[in-house]
């Protein structure tokens, strides 16, 4: 019964997978909020980033989109965004992570996992790329060197 | 409930099948399936014996429907007995939330299962992390409201989640912030928000006590605020009576007061972040005979900085809710690339440094267990120091190095809960990022723990493949190599492609945070095999 539940449960979601961004509140590093609305019809393709402070691979992932901005600035009109999921736990860190790493893109705060959840995210980092009109077109989930290189080459068709 | 399933499932494959028409061509949908197995094997030198049931797994299953402003959504979770280190409770399968919820540019509904949090989260936070077997959303109805722009009001009502049931505590209250001050120019940035919280619990109480708080209130008031480079915040909560298993029920108010501050140069050169805080009687539980975690209904976590390697988790800060003070301070400096210290590609040097003891309090043999007349002051019990040093280098384009130097000191007695004694401990931890034709990487993490106490030394090592396919190898052991001489090896496999994910590891494991296979995630202990998969649709 519960594997036919399953089936019945996974079908529609494989054959309907087209996916947008939510709109959800989050937060800029000072606390502003902000809604993701405003991310759904940009005119740019984007590349958003859920990242933490205590996370290796994420840190390593955005150091890597970092050292390409001048190239990807040449090649793609895209926009860099990463969204940190930190808990109060650790959320004084991520002003000075992003500072300390003196990255260039627009860095957001998902202060309660909110857009985290609403985008069925387990693991971080998870990177998405979203084209013009909103469209979800590739996930990647976890940080394999020279993902960078495929994302920019993705990018170039969108 | 079967009623509500088997409908949003076949709403579900309507939408699926009818894809581009009409009313469905606007319709979203989205989903992920998570599964945690373990198969457990006895280690007779350790004297670690595996359960008599030795197959554990912990599935979760979502998915999300999207019509413009409408949104609904399920959650099943499935364990087959639960991961070692889990707390047993979680057992069977159930559909855990299902929800649904409307939002326009002004109001945001939500029935059924939400999450929700006020300010700092200390008077109340509704979340998950699933890797830590957390889970206390709240089942009945949350709204927000924002009548304009500089205002947001909301409000909540239901059971928190406990384990597999509903709490037999319910929970009412209510949020409200303003923002006098919104300016952004020229990358300057003034902000000042003010806010306030009413959270209210009520729980039955059967037993003989007439004055048992059923009912326990906290209110909250809080600011936060940034003018350009310099940034400020503040929370003050006071909690009425609580008396619960975890605070051995005495009948006591709670107090916690939480401020922070910092300033951080624009060109991100220098900067500087600190906190305080002291929390009594801290721990807001929804249900007051419960001890665990996942009943609470605030969230109080240790500030202190998350350690990602091996062996710096074997000793981290376990908050005192009864009674705590101490903060935590954060300091950078960066070397800009091409000068004396930075070398060609900079250098960044992160400190962190934090500082907790009990309160300075006086015992007394009223309901009330002890009491505390001054609000900054130190008890003389030290719980946990910490102090951290990172040297983060890179030598050339491919070949980096982080240095990290940690000196901790850590009270067994109270943080663990028996006649210990202290626990000094100094860490030296080198990790070596090393990239090949620039596709490949190899990564190696060297660690040695010198411990005055307990198990005393220990030594760790990590090294990790990478490949561009997805593909990520790895090997780590660390051993207690002066006392006990056990060793706690994983060797395994990750590989990663777009949406899916997949871990096969061997081993015997510590808890704690890992970070291997392109993630990083908390980790349950255990002795045997681990596989882990996910999916995303």
Partial sequence: MRVLLFLFLFTPLTLLAQEKLPAVVIKSIAGKELNTAVFQNSDVPLVISFWATWCKPCLQELDAFNDLTETWKKETPARIIAISIDDSRTASGIKKTAGLHDWSFEVFWDENQDLKRALNISLIPHTLVIDRNGVIVKRYTAYVPGNEEKILSLLKTL | ?537
Wanted: hydrophobic residues 35%.
């Fill in chain 2, 1 to 537: 409930m079967r009623i509500v399933l088997f409908s949003f499932v076949l709403f579900m494959n309507l939408a699926a099948f009818s894809q581009g028409k009409g009313f469905f061509k606007e319709s979203k949908l989205n989903g992920s399936l998570e599964t945690n197995n373990q198969y457990y094997l006895n280690n007779k030198r350790g004297n670690i014996l595996a359960p008599e049931k030795r197959f554990a797994s912990n599935t979760y299953l979502t998915a999300n429907y999207q019509y413009k402003g409408l949104r609904a959504g399920i959650q099943f979770e499935g364990y087959n007995q639960a991961l070692q280190g889990f707390p047993t409770r979680y057992e069977g399968n159930k559909l855990v939330r299902r929800y649904i919820r409307y939002t326009n540019k002004k109001i945001d509904v939500h029935v059924g299962n939400f999450f929700e949090q006020f300010g700092n989260g200390l008077v109340f936070r509704a979340f998950e992390e699933r890797s830590l077997g957390l889970d206390n959303n709240i089942d009945g109805l949350s709204i927000r409201y924002s009548p304009f722009q500089s205002l947001k009001i909301k409000a909540i009502w239901g059971r928190p989640r406990t384990f597999m049931e509903r709490s037999p505590g319910e929970v009412i209250g209510g949020d409200l912030e303003w923002s006098p001050i919104n300016r952004e120019k020229d990358g300057n940035t003034q902000l000042l928000q003010l806010g306030t919280s009413y959270v209210k619990r009520f729980m039955r109480y059967y037993g003989a006590d007439p004055k048992f708080p059923q009912q326990v209130e906290a209110f909250a008031a809080r600011f936060n605020g940034q003018y350009n480079a310099f940034n400020f915040s503040g929370e003050w909560v006071h909690k009425s009576i609580e008396a619960n298993f975890s605070n051995d029920y005495i009948k006591k108010k709670g107090l916690i007061l939480f401020l922070k501050t910092g300033w951080q140069d624009p060109t991100n050169r220098v900067g500087v972040q600190l906190q305080f805080r002291r929390l009594e009687n801290a721990d807001f539980k929804g249900n007051f005979n419960s001890s665990d975690a996942v009943a609470s209904i605030n969230y109080t976590p240790a500030l202190t900085r998350q350690h990602t390697n091996l062996l710096a988790n074997i000793y981290p800060h376990s908050i005192q809710p009864i009674g705590e003070i101490g903060g935590m301070a954060d300091f950078f400096i960066r070397f800009k690339k091409n000068t004396p210290l930075g070398g060609k590609y900079g250098t960044r040097i992160d400190i962190n440094y934090s500082n907790y003891h009990a309160l300075d309090s006086t015992r007394v043999t009223t309901g009330e267990g002890f009491i505390s007349k001054r609000i900054i002051a130190f008890g003389k019990t030290k719980l946990f120091r910490d102090l951290n040093l990172i040297i983060d280098k890179r030598w050339t384009k491919d070949y980096k190095t982080l240095l990290t130097f940690i000196n901790l000191f850590y009270n067994r007695t109270i943080l663990q809960g028996g006649p210990y004694g202290d626990v000094r401990a100094t860490l030296v931890v080198t990790d070596h990022y090393i990239k090949i034709k620039k596709k490949y990487q190899l990564r190696l993490n060297a660690e040695h723990m010198w411990v005055n106490s307990d198990e005393r030394n220990w030594a760790g090592l990590l090294t990790e493949w990478s490949f561009p396919n997805g593909l990520s190898l790895f090997v780590s052991d660390m051993t207690n190599y002066q006392t006990y001489k056990m060793h706690y090896y994983n060797v395994g496999f990750a590989l990663s492609k777009n949406k899916q994910r997949i871990q096969l590891s061997a081993g015997q494991q510590r808890a704690g945070l890992l970070c291997v296979g392109g993630i990083c995630r908390f980790v349950p202990s255990y002795n045997g095999f681990s596989l882990n998969y996910t999916l995303n649709l």
